[in-house]
């Protein structure tokens, strides 16, 4: 089965950033945790992994959570819809597995062929030496 490279190409619309959610959701946990802490009266040392404090500008409490985080679930959404529509997803794993093993005993054949035509390259290239003496 051939594949052009275009056919497998990512659409336009869905990029690495569309399928990082986690940065962001970093941001709004470490707001939260600023926010807990401020409430507690703890004092915040900034220490958060990633450095999500400096990012995390005003603290959230956990009602304000859903609104934060509304355009990371549409953001989600959008990246799960644009992942759906990639070709091939509608095909079932037993047809894809079998795709699989046939691509992997085609590069075995070309392999033992790229091998056994460097052998040949070499035997010429010796023959050829002596050939010239």
């Known amino acids: 089965m051939a594949f052009d490279r275009q056919s497998l190409a990512l659409p336009p619309t ?34 958060t992994p990633g450095g999500a404090a400096a990012a995390a500008g005003q603290p959230l409490s956990f009602k304000d959570v859903p609104g934060a985080t509304d355009a990371l679930k549409h953001k989600l959404q959008h990246a799960r819809a644009q992942v759906l529509a990639l070709p091939d997803m509608d095909r079932e794993l037993v047809e894809q597995r079998r795709e699989v093993a046939e691509l992997e005993a085609r590069i075995v054949t070309q392999r033992a062929l790229l091998e056994r035509l460097r052998d040949d390259g070499l035997r010429f290239g010796k023959d050829g030496d002596k050939m010239d003496l």
């Open 14 to 47: 869905l990029s690495p950033d569309a399928l990082d959610a986690l940065s962001e959701l970093a941001i709004v946990l470490a707001k939260v945790r600023t926010g807990i802490q401020s409430s507690a009266g703890l004092a915040t040392t900034g220490a």
